[in-house]
């Protein structure tokens, strides 16, 4: 008697499986612990390197005018600056070495080049590239900056003020954002270019996780944890492809499901 039952069960179960398309569950549970990251900041660090000088007429300007930057961008809260100290000894055209020593910890770097130099009026045209850590340009502009001194030489600060808002303008904080899919490594966002999102671009992946109290005051603090941080790879007009990063768990694949919630940095 116990034989039939199986054998009708087991009936049952293919009949179903050929009826009709069976949806798998997602490889990580809505309702189990998620496992939260520390992401590498919570807004868009970045260093500033040496300018790159194929006139031979910079000299000191081409750390002046990134010293001088490297202020400006500290001083907007939208981005974390990596100390100047760090990398103004860097060839800022060994990208090998860029890549290798910085690409794990930063969300950008901005490397520029003095494209034309005039002793006359004092000015040089600055090219400013911003490049994620995988070195794919995610905004350039030409910038015409002027300089005082003669030995003593040093940027106005006018001309690098502009060069650091264009920047953070170039980055739109977006904080509505879900993941519509996913597929190994790539999730699907539900924003694109029409929202500002551009490749290159870092964001932060979260789910709600335990509640948080104030333990002094017993309020609600809030229920989210981080549990990805990814980059986009692909922008279309109303959605975006992005990559997750699995170094942030030592390896492992980031816990992310379809429903988690998007915010850029």
């Not at 490889?27 to 000088?53: C, E, H, W």
Request: net charge negative; aromatic share 6%.
């Amino acid at each position: 008697m116990t034989s039939r039952r199986y054998t009708i069960v087991l009936a049952s179960l293919l009949t179903l499986g050929t009826g009709c398309a069976i949806t798998p569950p997602p490889s990580i549970q809505p309702g189990m612990p998620r496992r939260a990251i520390t992401p590498r900041s919570y807004r868009t660090k970045l260093a500033v390197f040496n300018l790159l000088d194929p006139t031979g007429s910079g000299g000191r300007l081409t750390e002046k005018a990134a010293e001088a930057l490297a202020v400006a961008l500290f001083e907007r809260d939208r981005f974390e600056v990596m100390q100047r100290a760090e990398v103004a000894g860097v060839d800022p055209a060994n990208t090998k070495e860029i890549k290798e020593d910085y690409g794990q910890r930063l969300d950008a770097l901005v490397v520029g080049s003095i494209t034309h130099f005039n002793t006359a009026d004092k000015t040089m045209r600055l090219n400013v590239n911003v490049m994620n850590p995988q070195f794919t340009t995610m905004a350039a502009k030409t910038f015409e900056v002027r300089y005082t001194g003669t030995i003593n030489v040093d940027v106005e600060r006018d001309g690098i003020d502009r060069i650091a808002e264009w920047l953070e303008r170039a980055f739109p904080k977006l904080s509505d954002g879900t993941v519509m899919a996913r597929s190994g490594e790539n999730v699907s966002l539900n924003l694109g270019s029409e929202d500002g999102v551009q490749v290159g671009m870092g964001l932060l992946i979260s789910s709600h996780g335990d509640i948080v109290r104030d333990p002094a005051t017993g309020d609600f603090l809030g229920s989210d944890i981080y549990v990805g941080e990814a980059y986009v790879v692909a922008v279309d007009a109303k959605k975006s492809e992005a990559r997750l990063e699995p170094r942030k768990l030592g390896g492992a694949v980031p816990e992310v499901i379809v429903g988690d919630k998007v915010e850029f940095k």
